[in-house]
């Protein structure tokens, strides 16, 4: 491809950024992508924590578009079911019937399999340890930070997926762009759980291990070496409360005693205060972009918090869109630029909704029963009307049905199901009492009370 289409700036060398260079790249495109970090592929990035996350379909579908999808399964750990961890006992719940799973995958592998990947791709070049300090959206120019010293840059169009603290985005917003960022109460932890002394996974590695406990929540997904990998979510008043590896270990005593042997005290004890607690933050903007120069992707549009698994999906999924906008509208940006904004940005609010909506939930009457009583309701609606009651976790994890859309679904399947409940219980309430009514208390002799004379009783009454 001699002839470039036009040449795009992507800053941010993160999955979201990687992914977009390589569907431009592959357009035409001649695609300079900039990243504030060293490669994390060289030699002196290799940390030995493995940090994990779960990919759905909307991840996977752009990750098939961009022809690395069987790559990034072999790498990845299926979760057929929750298995969910309570004071007295587990149990699981698998995903759906249709095969359908979670896949629990390192970050810092899915990014060097992108980066790889884009590396090849001869329209696009990487350029690392360039941090953007400033842009013109309206040219658009950017500025990197490269060594001390700085650079600008030019080009027919800049995308920002820099991240949800986005200095793209910091620019376009002294333009007209509405912004709102929320900090919830909670901070993130994560731990490890390492391989037992036989060198085996310490629980059932295809699940999404999960230990609800109200204000406490317990996360752990499962790593090819055999290790998990634990989030703790706990609020930032809390955690000011554990300052000694005794509180640590009280701590997980009280909440979360079966986990203490499979850190293993001493693990705990020290890995707990390595780094500080991780604050959570929804970050709205509208419009993504500016004219038809400059575009917001990933995290630097929308940062979720992560209660439903969908940050990354909901970011790969953009790039997967703005490939159909330019495969839609060829080189034209002035079309493709804005029309990004209009099909994403209610569905990018409603994931941010979804998922503070999730937080709210698994926090307060996500006690053990309830939810399983809740996904069996589901599960056997699904049954009875597969095609039109979709679980509103099913839509928004296992199909493409844009967010909003599902929002809304989730919205009136809720009021069915919250009425079916009132329903059933009222028509229980009833029969209980018809029955009581016509009962002859008076004869009611309970020494006499066996079940035949029950069967017996109940008979005479029909
Ligand atoms: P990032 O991954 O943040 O990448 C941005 C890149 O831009 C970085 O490499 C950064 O160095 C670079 N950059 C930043 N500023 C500059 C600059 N000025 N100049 C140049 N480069 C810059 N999502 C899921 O789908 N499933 C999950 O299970 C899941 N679990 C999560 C658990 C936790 C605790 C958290 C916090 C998030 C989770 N997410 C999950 C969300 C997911 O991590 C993010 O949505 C995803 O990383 C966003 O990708 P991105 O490429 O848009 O941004
Ligand atoms: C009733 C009961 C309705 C992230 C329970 C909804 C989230 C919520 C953080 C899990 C799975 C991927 C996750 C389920 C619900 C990731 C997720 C879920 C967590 C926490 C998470 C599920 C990383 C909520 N998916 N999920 O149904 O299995 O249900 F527990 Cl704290």
């Excluded at 004071?87 to 060097?112: A, F, H």
């Excluded at 590396?119 to 350029?127: H, Q, R």
């Excluded at 002294?174 to 390492?194: A, N, T, V, W």
Aim: hydrophobic residues 40%; positive net charge; proline residues 5%.
């Amino acid at each position: 491809m001699a002839e470039h289409k036009g040449k795009c700036i992507v800053v941010g060398g993160g999955p979201v950024g990687t992914l977009t260079a390589v569907f431009l790249g592959r357009r035409g495109f001649h695609v300079d992508l900039y990243e504030a970090r060293s490669d994390i592929r060289s030699a002196e990035n290799v940390s030995g924590r493995s940090i994990n996350l779960a990919l759905s379909v909307r991840g996977l579908s752009a990750l098939k578009h961009g022809g690395i999808e069987e790559r990034i399964r072999s790498i990845g750990i299926p979760m057929h079911s929750r298995y969910i961890h309570t004071d007295k006992g587990s149990y699981t719940i698998p995903y759906g019937k249709k095969g359908q799973y979670l896949l629990s995958t390192d970050r810092l592998e899915l990014n060097r399999q992108l980066l790889s990947v884009a590396e090849k791709s001869e329209n696009v070049n990487l350029y690392f340890e360039h941090k953007l300090v400033n842009c013109d959206t309206r040219i658009p120019s950017a500025t990197f930070q490269k060594a001390g010293s700085e650079i600008t840059k030019t080009g027919d169009v800049l995308i920002g997926c820099d991240g949800a603290y986005s200095a793209v985005r910091r620019q376009m917003l002294k333009g007209r762009m509405d912004f709102s960022q929320f900090y919830i109460e909670h901070g993130y932890k994560e731990l490890c759980i390492p391989p037992t002394a036989d060198g085996e996974y310490a629980m059932p590695p295809n699940h999404l291990h999960i230990w609800p406990r109200h204000e406490y929540m317990l996360i752990a997904l499962p790593n090819l070496d055999k290790s998990f990998t634990c989030t703790l979510f706990m609020p930032f008043s809390k955690y000011e409360k554990i300052v000694t590896g005794n509180d640590v270990i009280d701590f997980f005593n009280v909440n979360f005693n079966d986990v203490v042997p499979l850190i293993g005290d001493s693990l705990l004890r020290t890995s707990f205060f390595e780094l500080p607690p991780l604050p959570l933050v929804t970050v709205k903007c509208s419009p993504f972009h500016h004219g038809k120069t400059a575009l917001l992707l990933g995290d630097a549009a929308h940062a979720v918090v992560p209660f439903y698994g969908q940050g990354l999906n909901a970011g790969l999924e953009d790039a997967l869109i703005f490939d159909g906008l330019v495969d839609k509208f060829g080189c034209d940006f002035e079309q493709i630029v804005p029309k990004f904004s209009e099909v994403r940005v209610k569905a990018a609010h409603a994931i941010a909704d979804l998922s503070l909506y999730n937080y709210m939930e698994m926090r307060s009457h996500v006690a053990t029963p309830w939810f399983l009583l809740r996904k069996k309701v589901d599960g056997f609606l699904n049954f009875l009307f597969p095609s039109s009651f979709i679980p509103r976790y099913s839509m928004v994890t296992f199909t493409r049905i844009p967010y909003d859309q599902a929002l809304k679904r989730a919205k009136v399947q809720d009021k069915i199901v919250d009425n079916g409940i009132i329903i059933a219980g009222g028509l229980m309430l009833t029969a209980i009492a018809f029955a009581a009514y016509k009962t002859d208390w008076k004869s009611f002799d309970l020494s006499n009370l066996t079940l035949d004379r029950v069967i017996e009783k109940a008979k005479h009454l029909w």
